[in-house]
C-alpha cells in the first residue's frame, strides 16, 4: 500500500501562484507540539482566500489533493510549467474545491 500527500494548490489566470504540502505541515506541527518546539509558519488560507475574493478577474481556484508520496512539490510545480492544463484537468477531477472562481466558457472574452 502505498503512502500519499496531500496538497494545497492555488492558481489563476497566471498560472500556479502557491503550492502547499499540507502532510508534511500537519507533521511538522505535531512533531515541534511533542518536543515543545515553536510552531512552524502556518498556510496562510485566510489570506490566500482573501486575495481570491478581492480580485475576482484573475479566476482564482483553490483545490486540495492528494498524491503519491514519490511524487515531490517541484515535480508538481514543473507539472504547472509543463503542462499546465492536464494538471488542472486532473485536480479538478480528483481533488477538493476550497475555492473556485473560474469563468465559464460564456465568460471568456476573445481578444483580437
Known amino acids: 500500500m502505498s503512502k500519499t500527500n496531500q496538497y494545497l494548490a492555488v492558481w489563476d489566470c497566471y498560472g500556479l501562484e502557491s503550492l502547499f504540502n499540507v502532510t ?3 507533521q511538522e506541527c505535531t512533531y515541534n507540539t511533542l518536543m515543545e518546539l515553536p510552531l512552524p509558519e502556518s498556510i496562510p488560507l485566510n489570506h490566500l482566500l482573501l ?11 483553490m483545490y486540495v489533493f492528494d498524491c503519491e508520496s514519490d511524487v ?16 488542472v484537468d486532473h485536480i479538478r477531477k480528483n481533488g477538493q474545491s476550497i475555492y473556485c472562481n473560474r469563468a465559464t466558457d ?4 476573445v481578444v483580437v
Request: a positive charge; hydrophobic letters at 20%; zero cysteines.
Open 72 to 87: 515531490t512539490e517541484n515535480m508538481l510545480r514543473e507539472s504547472f510549467e509543463s503542462a499546465p492544463q492536464g494538471i
Open 24 to 26: 508534511q505541515y500537519m
Open 51 to 61: 486575495r481570491a475574493r478581492n480580485n475576482p478577474q484573475r479566476n482564482y481556484e
Open 106 to 109: 460564456k465568460e471568456k472574452r
